[in-house]
């Protein structure tokens, strides 16, 4: 995006309720100060961050009330895993790692504006459409924004050989359809991560009938409560096994990423819930690595396993049907489905040893074949 | 004589129909230029500048030679450009 473009603003916003606002009463400045570098003094060139009272709270206080503690806009799952991981017998470690932290995996939060009104700062920002105020921000400039390394390409189909997502290229759906306002401005203060917030997305919402009651031998039945529904419908996702953060030459923040892999593994589910009370569940490698934060401070993450490195992940790339559950054998008795021992590194053994799956946990193959009724959804 | 007349008659017509052209012309003209002051004023001066795409133009050059576009590092691996999540 050229830099004009970011900063220009469409003649239309004037004539738009946000457009009534002077610029000054949410960004500062000084409108009459004589000359540009005056007039910018003191410009806030996202205001609605880190505090949306002040601005967006005025007129939107309902909603600002809970978004200010959102997902997007706190992250603070990222917080309380790292907290976990880290080295906290040396305060001094900790604070470099909270800094590290801050100057790296912070800079990924989104504020009501960088939503609604520009690009997100982690691609550099810029108007959406000279101002205007988005209500439903559009999937390719926002959401792929900073969700494009993983969900993005997978979602659209653009890892090769791997088709896109059922609800994209046969439904036209983009992110907003599953992943409303509601759960965008959700309050996440008591959440340890994006899968526990109440207000996420559900399959069930769209597919009651695929879920519940059913004929005895259609597979939904069978499998309803032990896999999650990912783990018959999803297809391979990808895998990053390691992150390094520091800064280059010119100080500038940069982060470098090792191998990434195309895998599809099922793992037991590290945290059944009354609402996830799968004995199988999807597992996704990210890019987790104790030495994340070694240029700035060694040792940060000594409590790194304290955590599994193979994480519960839905998967964006929803088929009907897959290479897992074209017949029942396809999955019972695919040892190579599952996650076991040997795909697992030495140091993360430990982490992960809830997660992985024992040989005899792995489903036995079905020797007298049940009849299979398909239904249409 | 009533042959006489009707030239003028339409030379009339067209004066007046000229006149009022005009009259509006200007009244239009004086509204835009009121309608751009009263901009201006009421939405602050910000929008003098911002809403001039020439004017946005020749500014972002001038910045960018004093201060060039900073990107993302080199040193950031590929996919690491595309995010994460």
Same mark, same amino acid.
């Given at each position: ?28 400045? /000084? ?14 060139? /996202? ?15 309902? +909603? ?50 960088? *939503?609604?009104?520009?690009? !997100?700062?982690? +691609? ?21 924004? *900073?969700? #494009?390394?993983?969900?993005?390409? &997978? ?19 983009? $992110?907003? /359809? ?20 109440? &207000?996420?997305?559900? $399959? ?10 059913? !004929?005895?031998?259609? !597979? ?8 999650? $529904? ?8 990808? @895998? ?8 280059? %030459?010119?100080?500038?923040? $940069?982060? =470098? ?13 590290? %945290? ?29 993450? #000594? /409590? ?21 559950? %074209?017949?029942?054998?396809?999955? @019972?008795?695919?040892? #190579? ?12 053994? =430990? ?7 024992? &040989?005899?946990?792995? !489903?036995?193959?079905?020797? #007298? ?9 | ?85």
């Amino acid at each position: 995006m050229e830099s004009y473009e970011k900063i220009y603003v469409n003649p239309t916003f004037l004539k738009t309720k946000h457009g009534e606002i002077a610029c000054e009463a949410c960004h500062r400045g /000084d409108p009459k100060a004589p000359n540009r570098q005056t007039a910018h003094r003191g410009i806030l060139r /996202d205001p609605t961050f880190p505090d949306a009272e002040k601005v967006c709270g005025e007129c939107h206080a309902d +909603i600002v009330s809970t978004a200010k503690n959102s997902l997007h806009y706190t992250l603070a799952p990222f917080e309380k895993v790292i907290k976990i991981r880290a080295n906290k017998k040396d305060k001094g470690v900790l604070e470099k790692v909270c800094r590290a932290k801050e100057k790296h995996c912070s800079a990924c939060h989104a504020s009501c504006g960088q *939503c609604h009104v520009s690009r !997100p700062d982690y +691609i550099g920002g810029g108007f959406l459409a000279g101002h205007l105020f988005q209500k439903k921000p559009s999937m390719d400039t926002t959401c792929a924004g *900073c969700h #494009s390394g993983r969900v993005h390409s &997978e979602f659209t189909g653009a890892n090769d050989e791997y088709p896109a997502d059922v609800h994209y290229a046969k439904a036209d759906m983009t $992110c907003i /359809d599953c992943h409303t306002g509601k759960e965008m401005h959700a309050d996440a203060t008591n959440v340890d991560t994006r899968f526990d917030l109440p &207000e996420r997305p559900r $399959c069930k919402k769209c597919h009651p009938d695929t879920i519940f009651e059913k !004929p005895g031998t259609n !597979p939904h039945t069978i499998h309803r409560d032990k896999v999650a $529904c990912q783990v018959c419908h999803a297809v391979a996702n990808k @895998h990053c096994f390691n992150c390094h953060v520091g800064t280059d %030459k010119e100080g500038v923040a $940069c982060s =470098k990423s090792g191998e990434t892999r195309m895998l599809f593994k099922i793992g037991l589910n590290p %945290k059944k819930t009354k609402d996830r009370p799968y004995n199988y569940v999807v597992l996704r490698h990210p890019p987790a690595d104790p030495e994340l934060f070694d240029f700035y401070v060694k040792d940060g993450l #000594s /409590d790194f396993d304290k955590l599994p490195t193979w994480k519960f992940d839905t998967p964006h790339n929803i088929q009907r049907m897959t290479p897992q559950n %074209k017949t029942c054998n396809n999955c @019972h008795g695919n040892a #190579s489905l599952f996650l076991q021992e040997k795909d697992v590194t030495d140091w993360e053994q =430990k982490a992960n040893a809830g997660v992985i799956v024992p &040989e005899a946990k792995i !489903p036995k193959p079905i020797v #007298s074949k049940p009849t299979i009724i398909h239904d249409d959804k | 004589m009533g042959k006489s007349l009707l030239p003028e008659k339409k030379t009339n017509f067209t004066a007046k129909r000229l006149m009022a052209v005009l009259a509006v012309s200007a009244l239009l003209g004086l509204t835009t230029v009121y309608a751009k002051a009263e901009i201006a004023e009421a939405k602050s001066e910000c929008v003098v500048c911002h809403t001039d795409m020439k004017r946005m133009i020749l500014l972002s050059w001038e910045i960018e030679q004093v201060r060039p576009k900073l990107d993302k590092s080199a040193e950031t691996s590929p996919a690491e450009t595309l995010g994460e999540g």
